[in-house]
């Protein structure tokens, strides 16, 4: 079989494999809300399976940032210094690595910025606003006046305090957004006096938008569909990125051994990948399931179409230095958007909730254990092969 053949059928097995694995956390939610629907306890006990998910998927991501993407990143950096001649003591991989966790952070700050205008408009109308909620199957109706964070707060005891009109400082609750394990739904929740002028749109993300639960619903559906709409895009692009470079490295394999060889180790890597990149993706957009099913497709396809990118170059008549140089900024930026996906949107998300810390740990360094025995396995199979 012609190398380019088999790199074309490999790639189309890629896109199959990791487009079922993204969509089965799908199935596992929808399987899990229909348990918390019929038993509290099996909700609250599902909540925890989640939370440990997303601490696995987290020790993924961490481990393929460390322990794959930064090695390719200096093993290709080493090379473009050894065919190009050029000494320098800049750390150049490193620097575009920032450059990658910059942009990402810049860019969900822009549009944050600009998604609070439009909440701020359409919610201060008239100095008057009006948000519903249905949470938990109570009913909340909430006035503001003057500004629009101006609400009544019921403390344990039942009273109701509010603050007067024309203060900087709210009184605030700020819920964990999964119920402890054997602890009451009111212990999970904190007052606490903030300025409101300190609460950045990054904080109201992080701490509200982003929830940890499925039981989550929002208090304004249309706020909360665009904020998670950001997550799921900053998310699946640096994902999508990092794809297109694994799936551009398997392109550019010259022989059916090399090919097989990775393609086995990749496959299985973008596996377990694909389930907890579609995990997040599921969990942020619980309600919205046109959005998962076209982000993990598009996720999906990544792979093989930088497979393809890497046999148009390898096939094209292109200076091997440029080749070089573009892979390492690329992979450099992609480790950069990493770097953020793994600690700002999965385990600081995580570690924030009222669950086992030191478990959440075991879960993290399952993941991590996972793709370092992989990276581990891949290493022997690829001195095995040089042996022979």
């Given amino acids: 079989m012609e190398t380019i ?36 306890r099996q909700g609250r006990r599902s909540d925890y399976i989640l939370t440990l998910l997303s601490c696995f998927a987290g020790g993924v991501f961490m481990s393929t940032c460390f322990l794959d993407i930064f090695p390719h990143i200096n093993e290709n950096y080493a090379r473009f210094l050894s065919k190009s001649q050029w000494s320098t003591d800049f750390p150049f991989p490193q620097f575009f690595v920032c450059c990658g966790f910059f942009l990402v952070y810049f860019l969900e700050e822009i549009c944050l910025k600009v998604f609070a205008s439009t909440k701020k408009h359409g919610q ?96 304004n559906g249309h706020d909360h569909m665009e904020t998670t709409f950001l997550r799921s895009l900053t998310f699946a692009i640096a994902m999508s990125f990092h794809s297109v470079l694994e799936g551009f490295a398997l392109g550019v394999q010259d022989n059916n051994t090399g090919i097989l060889t990775l393609f086995v180790s990749l496959i299985i890597h973008k596996g377990i990948e694909a389930f907890s990149v579609g995990l997040q993706i599921t969990r942020s957009n619980a309600r919205r399931l046109f959005m998962v099913v076209l982000t993990v497709i598009v996720y999906a396809l990544m792979t093989p179409f930088g497979s393809l990118v890497g046999v148009l170059i390898t096939n094209m ?11 390492v900024v690329l992979e450099a930026l992609a480790g950069g958007t990493f770097i953020y996906v793994t600690f700002f949107e999965v385990l600081a998300q995580e570690r924030a909730n009222d669950h086992s810390n030191l478990v959440q740990l075991g879960a993290i360094v399952l993941g991590f254990c996972v793709i370092c025995a992989l990276q581990v396995n891949e290493q022997f199979s690829g001195d095995s092969i040089q042996g022979h």
């Fill in 5 to 40: 053949s088999l790199q074309v059928l490999l790639a189309l097995a890629m896109f199959a494999t990791t487009a079922l694995a993204g969509l089965l956390p799908i199935k596992l939610l929808h399987v899990i809300t229909r348990r918390k629907d019929e038993d509290e």
């Fill in 124 to 219: 201060c109308h008239d100095g008057h606003s009006h948000p519903h909620a249905d949470i938990e199957g109570s009913k909340s109706h909430r006035h503001g006046h003057g500004e629009c964070l101006n609400e009544p707060l019921k403390t344990n005891g039942g009273e109701e305090k509010g603050l007067k009109a024309g203060t900087n400082e709210r009184q605030t609750r700020t819920c964990s957004s999964s119920v402890p394990l054997g602890g009451d739904e009111s212990d999970s929740c904190a007052h606490s006096v903030i300025p409101f002028k300190q609460r950045s749109m990054s904080v109201l993300t992080h701490e509200i938008v982003i929830d940890e639960s499925l039981k989550y619903i929002s208090t």
């Fill in 317 to 327: 008549d292109i200076d091997e230095l440029v080749k070089d140089a573009i892979a």
